[in-house]
């Protein structure tokens, strides 16, 4: 979902020209990104606990 909004902002910033449309789409790709980057973060963190023999048990 996050990737299909991320092409469906910057298509939509292809085509437009008011400077207000284009701040505010530049905006939410950017609050896309941030997504992507937290869930990256979740996903280091859950293969870094995976592989820790002290959490053996645990999922």
Known sequence: MVLTNIKRFQEMLKAETDPERISTLQAL???????????????????????DPKNEGRS
């Not at 790709?29 to 592989?51: F, N, P, T």
């Open 29 to 51: 790709l950017a609050a896309e990104a941030a997504k992507i980057k937290s869930i990256e973060g979740v996903e280091l963190a859950r293969q870094i606990l995976d592989q």
